[in-house]
């Protein structure tokens, strides 16, 4: 069965810090990986996802991913934190290619001190 | 566009009273999905639906739990009777085929149930 780890589910960083966001899945096949992010009393919204093709996937708000099959990871970066990041991060793993069945991490709380 | 819709925002209600939740999704998405989000396990997909067929429903807890798809605009999960273990945040989305490779999936804001 697939799975998603986030590992830390709670990384604090400081304005215009780095952040990272540690993903990891298991799959048996090639897996089709997703970052939602969460803001307080909102539902989710699409960072951005892996399907095919270049590794290293580049989102909205300045965050990109990189997918690493070796390391079956999906760790998510931003080069410097904007306080407007703070939120909650998951990460996803699809099933197949043909549904829309998701499976989510438990969450990540990335907290952005001034 | 409006994006996926929630009805109500919140709902508070005691043990054993049947609650309706209400989900729009967005305007010629074709799939539609609910999930449940509590602390303990996270954000749980509940059941999908495909051109208004459920399409997979292992995630439904038990028979309390019951979803419909009357059209393409229209979608309820219901739970009779509520127990205080349901309380948690429920989220509709919807994408626009359901295939991942091309779709993304608009969550709405959720509606926060409080079973007493």
């Known amino acids: 069965a697939q799975s998603v780890t986030q590992l830390g589910s709670h990384v604090s960083v400081s304005e215009g810090a780095l952040v990272l966001l540690r993903c990891n899945y298991s799959?048996?096949?090639?897996?089709?990986l997703f970052w939602y992010v969460q803001y307080p009393n909102q539902g989710l919204q699409l960072l951005l996802k892996?399907?095919?093709?270049?590794?290293l996937v580049k989102g909205i708000n300045g965050f990109e991913a990189e997918f690493k099959k070796s390391e079956t990871s999906f760790h998510l970066t931003k080069p410097s934190a904007h306080m407007s990041d703070a939120a909650e991060y998951f990460c996803?793993?699809?099933?197949?290619?043909?549904?829309?069945?998701?499976?989510f991490g438990q969450g990540t709380t990335l907290q952005v001190k001034p | 566009d409006a994006g996926v819709i929630q009805s109500p925002r919140h709902e508070v209600t005691e043990m054993g009273q049947e609650v309706t939740l209400r989900c729009k999704p967005i305007s010629g998405h074709n799939s539609l999905f609910w999930y449940r989000q509590t602390m303990m396990r996270g954000l749980e997909l509940l059941i999908y639906f495909n051109n208004n067929v459920p399409i997979d429903d292992s995630g439904m807890p038990e028979d309390r739990f019951s979803a419909k798809m009357p059209n393409a605009s229209f979608s309820t999960l219901k739970i009779q009777p509520s127990e205080p273990r349901d309380s948690a945040v429920y989220f509709c989305?919807?994408?626009?085929?359901?295939?991942?490779?091309?779709?993304?999936?608009?969550f709405g804001p959720g509606t926060r149930l409080t079973v007493l």
């Open positions: 799959s048996s096949v090639p897996p089709y």
């Open positions: 996803a793993v699809s099933l197949s290619s043909n549904t829309g069945k998701l499976i």
């Open positions: 892996y399907t095919t093709g270049a590794t």
């Open positions: 989305a919807s994408s626009r085929s359901g295939l991942i490779l091309s779709d993304t999936q608009y």
